[in-house]
């Protein structure tokens, strides 16, 4: 079992930048890759960013390369995205997931992770 809880969402100006954090427990975190997903009302679960074990390397949708940032510290379980440049159309729900290193699907879609936390609310005003 894992479980994860995100943290540092709210509401923020167009131009403005956030801070989620995920912290992790139940399954050793240093062998799961770990990703954040968005989910706008009436719309699907996308892809946001994803970084492998040791951080190395890191993936990110179109929409949001070059503004966000995902890192993760070991040390603490902990998964952080940081959100720069946020836009109005950065609004959404925000989950991060967990999945074991054993599994070789893709880490950009949302069925490949089997753990998921109860998600943050991001507000981007205009």
């Known amino acids: 079992q894992v479980q994860l809880v995100e943290s540092g969402g709210g509401l923020v100006q167009a131009g403005g930048s956030l801070r989620l954090s995920c912290a992790a427990s139940?399954?050793?975190?240093?062998?799961?890759?770990m990703g954040w997903f968005r989910q706008a009302p009436g719309k699907e679960r996308d892809f946001v960013a994803a970084?492998?074990?040791?951080?190395?390397?890191?993936y990110y949708a179109d929409s949001v390369r070059g503004r966000f940032t995902i890192s993760r510290d070991n040390a603490k379980n902990t998964v952080y995205l940081q959100m720069n440049s946020l836009k109005p159309e950065d609004t959404a729900v925000y989950y991060c997931a967990s999945r074991p290193a054993s599994y070789t699907s893709t880490l950009l879609n949302h069925r490949g992770y089997d753990y998921w936390g109860q998600g943050t609310q991001v507000t981007v005003s205009s």
């Open positions: 970084i492998t074990l040791s951080g190395v390397n890191t």
């Open positions: 139940g399954r050793t975190f240093s062998t799961s890759a």
